[in-house]
């Protein structure tokens, strides 16, 4: 499979800047940074996006708290090793990163239904049994690890979590299924509860898939569309 991330792996993001950049790494001299964006839900809530970007394509003013901008780049994952346990660490690797103004619209509230301010494509292959469940209200949801190829014969793997319809098509998916899903990047906090009996806060990101597809299946079509659905 081609590894272009136009086509395997690419996202938008629209939201504001929020805290100040840190730095990230360097690697030959170039170096990066990562900062958290806000992106507004319908609900109300926001979802706020880790992203990593290098210095060439910021200026001196681009991240200032509370600017606007447009992300394209991918959803990418990375290990780290902290007190001899590996850790999945996600981020948004920008490719191209752009202000944007605010407009009247905007001001009032009104929403564009033509600006897409969460959105990600991704096409790879499920890596574990997807787990299926219900909530104690009979929501029904599953979790799924899409590992995405990437160039140098890298993946990365990336959580995902499915609804409704979508769910139940998801658990009876085999492992090593290649899939393409459509969804928007979300963020959410839960507890960590360590052997000493601390609890320690923790946000969590994934894609809450909108539609999937297996992509091995093209003469059945096995494509399933949902109505848009936030969690909570």
């Not at 944007?100 to 897409?116: H, P, T």
């Amino acid at each position: 499979m081609d590894t272009n991330y136009l086509e395997n792996n690419y996202l938008t993001l629209v939201g504001k800047v929020t805290g100040e950049k840190k730095f990230s790494h360097e690697i030959y001299g170039e170096r990066f940074y990562i900062f958290n964006l806000s992106i507004p839900r319908l609900s109300g809530n926001s979802d706020i996006i880790p992203i990593t970007v290098s210095e060439r394509l910021i200026k001196e003013d681009t991240l200032q708290e509370g600017n606007k901008l447009l992300i394209k780049g991918q959803f990418r994952s990375y290990n780290s090793y902290e007190n001899e346990k590996n850790r999945l660490i996600l981020t948004v690797f920008a490719k191209d990163i752009m202000e944007v103004e605010e407009n009247e619209e905007e001001e009032n509230d009104i929403v564009r239904k033509d600006i897409v301010t969460n959105e990600v494509v991704l096409v790879g292959y499920i890596c574990k049994k997807p787990i299926y469940r219900q909530t104690p209200f009979g929501r029904e949801i599953s979790d799924l690890l899409l590992a995405v190829n990437r160039a140098y014969n890298k993946s990365d793997y990336i959580p995902c979590i499915a609804w409704g319809r979508n769910a139940r098509f998801c658990q009876n998916l085999e492992v090593g299924t290649q899939v393409k899903v459509v969804g928007r990047v979300q963020s959410r906090t839960y507890e960590k509860k360590h052997e000493d009996g601390s609890v320690e806060t923790r946000v969590a990101y994934e894609v809450s898939i909108g539609s999937l597809e297996v992509v091995e299946e093209k003469d059945n079509e096995n494509e399933i569309e949902t109505e848009n659905q936030e969690a909570v």
